[in-house]
Every structure is written in C-alpha cells, then in structure tokens.
C-alpha cells in the first residue's frame, strides 16, 4: 500500500509539473512585443506603365515579412481588398489596378494579439511613351548634291509622325504621319541639291496619352567631287611595230560625263561612241586609221577627255610605232649562265622566245637538230633526254624575213646516273663536286629492307679537288624518323631513326593502344630497340620470361577461370611492377626517362591464358624492349667531327664546325663509327664511307649464337654460331656452362634439351670474341579445356590445345573409357549417360598427357531459405512478430520438403512446400513472445534475433521530460528571455509556480 501511495503521489506530482509547464508558456507568450513587418518590396514610392495600345499595365507584386505569426490585411486606397490569417510572409497583387492609370495608396496591417504594424506604398501608374525603333540610315548622314535619300522611324503604339528639317538657321516642318505606326521622310530638291549641314528630326506623338518621343538625324550634302579616270590599259609608254593591228585604249570613269578622244591634239569624229555624253564605266577606243596606224613608223598622243556639271579629268598615252629590225630574242629558260648538268637518260628541256614570228633553229656542238616557227612572244622549245656522257654547246637563234637574231648559248654537262649519288666511292673527275651518299649507296646507314624505310645521309659539298679539303659547313649530315612495323604485326607500326649508322627508338603511333605518342626524339633523347620479335615462348606460372637490362616477367598466378594472369616485373631482383593481364591483351610497363614522361619500356603480349589441373601456363606472342638508357643529343653538341646543328621531333642536323682535310691515306673519324677512308693517292682524290668496328681485347673477332628463342623439352634444334656473314667451325658450345660439343664446318651443333625452363647457350672459339644467348624450354604437355560440372543429358564440350594452338587427333577418355577424338579445331563434344565423378583425359602419342575432374549432376531437388525476416525485431511481452522466410528450390526437378519453425530450440510451426524447379515462394508465420530477453528464431536453418522488452510505463522518463519542460521555461522566464512586463501579475505567477515545485519535490 505504501508504494501504491508513493507511485499515486509521484503521478500527482508529474501531472502537476506538466500543468504548470503549460501554464508557464501560455504566460510568457502572452506578453510578447507586437508582430513587426520585414523587408516590405518594392521600396515606395513605385511607378509602372500602361501600353496605350493594349491597356495592359506592368505587373507588380508587392510583400512583406513578417516576425512572428499575424493576420494580414490589405488596403487599397483605404479599403479593405485582401487579407491572410497567421502569416510570417504576405504578398499582393492587382490586376485592375496595374491597368488603371493614376495615383494609388497601398497598405498592408499586420496584427495579432500582442498589437499591430503597417507599411504603406504609393503607386503610380502611367502610361508609357512611345518606344522608337528601325531608325535609319544610322547618323550622321553624308550625301553629294542631288543624291537622293530617305530617312526611316518605327513605333511600338499608333502615333502622328511630324517631321523638321533645321537648316542652322530655320527649324521646318516638312512632313506629318498621322495615326501610323511607321514612317518615312525623303527630302525634297531644294534640301538634297544645297550643300549645307541639316538637322532631321522626327517627333511621335500618341494622341490618347499625349505622350511623346523623338529621334533625329545630323546630315551633311556636299558638292560632287569632279570624275575621275582609273585603270589605264594598255600601259603608257605603249611600242608597236609596222603592221601590227590598231590596239584598242580603254580606261575607267567613276560617273556620268560626257567624253571625248583626241590623237595628236585632233579630237576624232568618225565614231559617235567616241564623242558621247552620259556615259560611265568603261571607256574604249580604237583610233582611226586616218589619224593614227601602224603603216609606218611614227609616235602619236592618244588622249582621253571626261567633264560634266562636277568637273573634268583626263589621260594621255604615248604610241610609238617602230620599224621592224631582225628578230630579237627575248627571254629564254633555263635562265643562267651557268653549266646545265643533267643525269645521264634524263629529260632537259630548253626554251627561247622572239619578238617577232619566227623560225627558232636548235643546233647542238654545231650540228642542227630541231626547228619549228611561233608567233611573236610564244616560246619556241627544245626537249632532249638522248645526249651522250659529256659536254656539250646548245645554241638557239630566231630568223624571218627581216634578219636573224643573236643566238642564245648553253652549257650542258651530261653525267653518268652515279654522278650526285649512287657510288660507294667518290671519284675526282667522275662525281660531282657536291655528292650524297644514302642507304642506297652507303651500307653502313640503317635500313629496313621489310618496310623499305631508311632516311640517314650525308652530303659533302663544294669538295676542293686541288686542296683536298671540305670547309666549314660543307658536310651535312641528316636523318628522320621512319615507320616500321612491329614484329608482332599486330601491334601495327612505330618510328624508328637511324643514327650514326645504327637504328634507335623515335615514338610511338599509340599502336598498340596503351602506349600513346610519346617521342622521346622532341627531348633529344635516342633509346636503343633491345627486342622486337613475335616468338611464342610458354611461361608456366612461378617462371620468368627474361628481357633485357636485368628485367625479368614473372607469371604468379592464374585465375580461377583461367582468363587473367598476375605478371610481376623485377629489376636486377626487385620488383618493379605487378599487373593482371588478361587473353589477347598487353602488358606494358611504363616509366620516367629523362623527359620522357610515362615513356612504355616494355610491351609483352599475352596471346592466352591456360589453367589446368597440373600445370598454369601463359603464351606470350610479342616481346618489344627499348633501353631505359639513351643517348642525347642536342643542338651545339659534338659527335667527332660533327657538332648538332638542329634536333627535333622530325629530324636531327649534323654539320662539320671546321674544315677537315682529305689528305692521301687518312682514316677519319667524322661521326660515331662511320668514318672517311681517302685513297694513298696524291695525284688523284678518291674517298668513301664506312663503318668501323673496334677490334675487341687481344684482337677478337665478334661472334653470335643464333637459336629459337623458344622449344619444346626433348625438340633437337640447330645452334648455329657466326661472325659477321661467316660461320665459325669448332666453336665450343656450353649449355648452362656444360660442354655439350662443337660446331661443325657449317657452324652448327644439333642438340635436344632433356629440362624445362630457361637456359644460356655459350659459344667459344680461339680468336673470337665469347658469345651468348638464353633459350626457353618448354613441355608439350597437353592442355584440356572442359567444364568442371554439367547436368546429365547436357552436352560435355571438350578442346585440347598445346601452347595455345588446337591438336586434332587426340584421345579423350572418361575414366578408363574412350568416349572419341578432338577434330581439326582439337574439340569433340559427347552426352554422358550417367551421373557422378569422372576423369576427363587428353592423350597423343609424342605428347604429355594431361586430365581433369569432371562432375555429371544427376536429377535432384533442394529446397533452401533465402531470406528470412522478422518485424518488428524488437516487441513487448505479449505481442507478435511476423516471420517471412522465402524458400527456393535450386535443384533441377520438382521436390517437396517440410520446413521447419523452431523458437529457441523448440518446433513451433512446420510446413511442407513443393516447388518446381528454380521457383520460390514466401512462408509467413506469426509469434506472440511473452518472455523478456532475446530469442533465437530458426527457419530451416536460417537464424534470426528477436528482442523482448517489459511492458511497465515508463514513468521517470515522463517526469523528466515535464520536469525539464518546466524548468526550461522558469528559466528563461528569469533570465528575461521571456518577457513578462513590468509590475504584472507574471513574477507573481513565476513565484508561484517555483514554489509549487519546490513543496512537491520535498513530498
């Protein structure tokens, strides 16, 4: 009973706490300030207008704010139009009122309980003046004396146009447009035929409002500058010959005049177009024959005169009419004095030209070869492609009835096709002075025979026989970059460039994609091609595949589908890059170089990716490496006897910085290894490049080892060992430092690797250089390619393959059954007939076997929870949840299964569900829980938690918040936040209110 009594109090005291809170805030919000106006737009006074045309006025929208919720009343010239209940934001508008023109009072009253504010708007509305526009022409206006113009206005509203013209002196009306929304004005005589400055303006006057708007012009009218004659033809001093046909004068004139032509001072009548008046344009006159011809000699004035009301101009030419002397020739090409030289079989042609017609004679060392008569000014021409080897004189002369001219002579030299270029040897007397040699006739330079690309050379010019010496200058060496195509010629094509007789990297064509344009050649910078080649090489995974520089590719692992590879790339050792990469796509490793940003050091295509049950393996198809190093170049640097005179994304220029001296018997190092050899012989100059290779330690000659990149484990393959073009007989052969023989007189060793992996093959022989190379070693174990599990009755697809390529033939076995052989495409496909776990073999004679696991899934039915869900998760005792389960059958035939409810252990509901294949269905359940705690819910064996809380009413949360409630409000009342008015009955009340409290709280 007690507690019964404490709980009955403390309710009491909860219920009294919740009223005086209430109490509280209904005190304090009744004594708040009165609602004040915010922000009124738009600022007063306001002014809007009226389209007279229309009657329709601006829109206007007037508002307030508000801070604290009101009643808002709007007025219109004192009355009452509009009005919002409890509103901290108010707006208004008038549609009546935008279109009334006149003077209106706008008030707004905003009021409430705690009092009342307004704010109040003067409105004016007008209606608008016309609105101007199409003026034209644009001023200020300039005109000539009679020139006739027009001057043009348009309105937005139906107005009189009245139109002044002010002189300076008086301001006229001229003109009115009554009831237009349009108008034009054109002067009259009297104002376009006097020079002045005027003034046009336009008034426009809207006769319902009243309202005006105006425009105006600045005109000027000038007087006509006096014509003037252009263009003369044909030009003066004009020369003409006896006989020749009258020629024909013609000139320009800018305006209408009257005109006039006069021979000598003698105006000439004979035609009426030669005296005309009026015209413009152009103006053209054949002279009389009576006055002026061309039957003798004689030199005569022809004159051209043009006048009117503006003035007058004219133009006189100079006629000579000459007597006809002996042709002369008047031009001529090649126009030089200088020797013609021309390349043995190659077509020269030549050619003169007379001033009169004429017979052009061809004579050749003395000898007529051609002739052939042309008018007067046309070119009489020579082609020839025949001449011998040698010098030769080539004359030409024009002769007619009046005489013969003067010939015109010619050198021409006629050189063998080796002359300029071609010879491997430059010979005194035989070659020219100025001599290329290029990729066709120097072996030394770069060049790739597949794409027939090679662009180095070097010219030597102006070559000083009798000083036996080239100047400064006079060398020049050249080179620019070239595609070639890629080994692998799938990736497509990059540029390469020859220098100093050897090949470098110049930038990539982003072939193959991925590798972008980055030409290190724009920074000067040169990179070897260490690889380029499309061997296939089989590396198993935990191998390597070894490049160039210390890299190797490391295959790490093959994913579970078989379809990528993880490569790692390592460097003398550390690694320097992991990526996947998948079939039929490429690794590329890229990297900074000077600066070369991101420059790709290493392409490898992935041709395909195999897992098996033994053995993980990737073909590679395509290896291209250029050198992390590189050589620079760059302008006023020295390459022996060359200094860079340009570099660039599109060439690189060498030239010689000094004179070098061909003396007899000298070797001259001019450019990397490519060196001058100049005969022993002082009594004739002959010289050639070539290309020097340093001897090696103690006199050896160079050696290479030339063997597939990759075989196969137990394949016999050829070592062969040469120098240079020979091959070298009795080499000593090491495989992985073992002696495995010698080469033969052929310079091979035939020899069949017994261990997979990769191996170094090492060549030795007295007198030569030692030589190297690695080899991979690869198994012919078969591929097998099949699925891991198939349903029974679903057709077994199976492929077999060896580093990526098909093998027909081959026996495949289910268990100890032959179930068929691979066809052409090295697949067989078979239905197996009853279910369980097999082995899948691939077998060949010559090759490895190889096998997998295969599964045949026979008909079944399995019915499974998917989801499970229980709501709500948290419940008071005494309620339910609803449980809802999806079941799914993920068998292949119809089944039925019963499921099963369990709470905390214990079977509450089952249920038996049959469901088709792949169908599912929803099972709902609900639960009433009566025991506080958490439950275990279990539905076919999916699990799920439930949350039973107690039902008691949670008391001290109430008084809590109702405590606090009051409190908050007390507080704010005493720190004055809420104001309760000075001397009022609220600090009684507040008093109270805080006594209350404190006696319930001792209770």
Same mark, same amino acid.
């Given at each position: ?30 004594? %708040? ?45 004192? /009355? ?73 206005? /348009? ?122 008046? @009026? ?9 009389? /024959? ?262 190797? $590719? ?18 003398? @050792? ?166 495995? @023989? ?6 091979? $060793? ?67 059954? %032959? ?185």
């Amino acid at each position: 009973m007690e507690r019964d009594g404490r709980k009955m109090r403390v309710h009491r005291a909860a219920l009294l706490l919740m009223g005086l809170a209430f109490v509280g805030l209904v005190l304090a919000l009744g004594v %708040v300030a009165a609602p004040a106006i915010l922000s009124p737009a738009p600022a007063t006074p306001v002014q809007t207008f009226v389209d007279p045309n229309t009657g329709v006025g601006d829109a206007l929208m007037f508002s307030i704010g508000i801070n604290e919720s009101a009643n808002v009343s709007w007025y219109v010239n004192g /009355t009452l139009d509009a009005a919002a209940n409890q509103t901290t934001y108010a707006t208004y508008s008038n549609a009546t009122l935008q279109n009334t023109v006149g003077v209106h009072t706008i008030m707004v009253e905003v009021s409430n309980a705690n009092g009342t504010d307004n704010h109040t708007w003067m409105w004016t509305v007008s209606y608008a003046p016309p609105h101007l526009t199409g003026k034209s022409p644009q001023s200020p206006v300039s005109t000539t004396t009679g020139q006739a113009i027009e001057f043009n206005i /348009t309105s937005n509203q139906t107005v009189d146009f009245t139109w002044y013209v002010d002189n300076g002196t008086t301001n006229t009306r001229v003109q009115t447009n009554t009831a237009a929304t349009s108008a034009s004005y054109t002067p009259s005589s009297s104002y376009t035929s006097t020079p002045g400055t005027y003034t046009v303006s336009v008034v426009a006057t809207n006769p319902t409002t009243g309202l005006s708007s105006s425009e105006s012009w600045a005109w000027t009218v000038s007087p006509p500058s006096a014509p003037s004659l252009s263009n003369p033809s044909p030009s003066s001093p004009l020369q003409s010959y006896v006989g020749d046909p009258q020629p024909t004068f013609s000139i320009d004139v800018d305006q209408n005049v009257n005109v006039s032509w006069w021979v000598n001072g003698r105006q000439d009548t004979s035609d009426p177009a030669y005296n005309a008046t @009026g015209v413009s344009g152009t103006l053209s006159y054949t002279p009389d /024959t009576a006055l002026a011809n061309t039957s003798s000699p004689a030199t005569y004035t022809i004159e051209v005169r043009v006048e009117n009301a503006n003035g007058s101009d004219s133009y006189s030419w100079t006629w000579n009419v000459l007597a006809w002397g002996a042709p002369a020739i008047i031009d001529h090409y090649p126009n030089t004095t200088s020797t013609i030289t021309s390349i043995e079989g190659a077509t020269v042609e030549l050619g003169i030209k007379a001033n009169q017609t004429a017979t052009i004679y061809w004579v050749i060392d003395g000898t007529p070869v051609s002739s052939g008569t042309v008018a007067a000014g046309e070119w009489g021409r020579l082609i020839k492609s025949d001449l011998a080897i040698g010098t030769h004189t080539v004359s030409a002369y024009a002769s007619n009835s009046n005489g013969t001219s003067s010939p015109n002579n010619w050198t021409w030299k006629v050189v063998p096709k080796t002359y300029f270029t071609g010879d491997s040897v430059w010979r005194q007397g035989e070659n020219s002075p100025t001599y290329t040699w290029t990729t066709q006739s120097f072996a030394g330079f770069y060049y790739d025979i597949d794409d027939d690309v090679g662009s180095e050379q070097i010219v030597f010019k102006n070559i000083d026989v009798a000083g036996r010496k080239v100047a400064k200058g006079d060398i020049v060496y050249t080179t620019s970059p070239s595609q070639v195509h890629y080994n692998y010629s799938t990736w497509g094509k990059y540029e390469v460039i020859g220098f100093m007789a050897d090949k470098y990297f110049a930038g990539y064509l982003d072939m193959p994609n991925g590798t972008g344009t980055e030409n290190p050649l724009s920074s000067g910078q040169l990179h070897k091609v260490l690889m380029d080649d499309d061997a296939k090489r089989s590396v198993y995974v935990g191998s390597s595949l070894p490049l160039k520089e210390g890299y190797e $590719l490391f295959v790490k692992e093959v994913d579970i589908n078989g379809n990528r590879a993880l490569l790692e790339l390592r460097k003398d @050792g550390e690694v320097v890059d992991t990526d996947f990469v998948a079939s039929d796509d490429d690794y590329i490793y890229t990297k900074d170089v000077g600066s070369a940003d991101d420059l790709p050091l290493i392409i490898v295509r992935v041709g395909s990716v195999f897992r098996g049950t033994e053995t993980n393996v990737v073909l590679i198809e395509g290896i291209f490496q250029i050198s992390e190093s590189y050589t620079s170049v760059e302008s006023g640097q020295d390459f022996k006897e060359m200094e860079v005179v340009g570099v660039g994304s599109g060439s690189i220029t060498l030239e010689n910085p000094s004179s070098i001296s061909l003396s007899a018997g000298k070797d001259i190092d001019i450019l990397g290894d490519v060196w001058i050899r100049v005969a022993d012989d002082s009594s004739a100059l002959r010289y050639y490049p070539f290309v020097k290779i340093e001897e090696l330690v103690g006199g050896a000659l160079p050696m290479s080892v030339d063997v597939p990149p990759t075989v196969s484990k137990g394949e016999q393959i050829p070592i062969h060992v040469v120098s240079g073009l020979s091959d070298v007989e009795g080499a000593s052969i090491f495989y992985d430092g073992e002696l495995i @023989g010698t080469t033969n007189a052929s310079g091979v $060793l035939l020899y069949t690797p017994t261990e997979l992996g990769n191996h170094t093959i090492e060549a030795r022989r007295y007198g030569y250089a030692p030589a190297s190379t690695e080899i991979v070693v690869t198994n012919a174990t078969l591929e097998i390619m099949a699925p891991s599990s198939i349903d029974l009755g679903e057709t077994l697809v199976v492929r077999v393959g060896l580093e990526g390529r098909p093998v027909e033939n081959a026996t495949i076995k289910l268990d100890d059954t %032959v179930i068929g052989h691979t066809d052409a495409s090295g697949t067989l496909t078979y239905v197996p007939e009853s279910a369980g776990r097999f082995t899948l073999r691939a077998e060949k004679p010559g090759y490895i076997s190889n096998s997998t696991s295969l599964e045949v899934v026979g008909p079944y039915a399995e019915l499974v929870v998917s989801s499970l869900s229980v709501e709500p998760k948290v419940v008071k005792a005494g309620k339910s949840v609803e449980v809802r389960a999806t079941i799914v059958n993920n068998g292949n035939i119809e089944g039925t299964e019963l499921i099963e409810i369990k709470l905390d252990g214990e079977v509450v509901h089952q249920e038996n569900i049959t469901l088709a294949p792949g169908e599912s269905t929803t099972l709902t359940y609900a639960q009433k829980l009566n025991e506080e705690g958490t439950h275990v819910l279990d539905v076919g064996g999916t699990i799920a938690t439930i949350t039973v809380e107690g039902s008691g009413f949670p008391l001290g949360g109430v008084i809590g918040a109702v405590v606090g409630a009051g409190v908050v409000v007390l507080v704010l009342i005493a720190k004055g936040i809420i104001p309760l008015g000075a001397g009022g009955k609220g600090g009684e009340i507040a008093e109270r209110i805080r006594e209350l409290i404190s006696r319930m709280l001792r209770r």
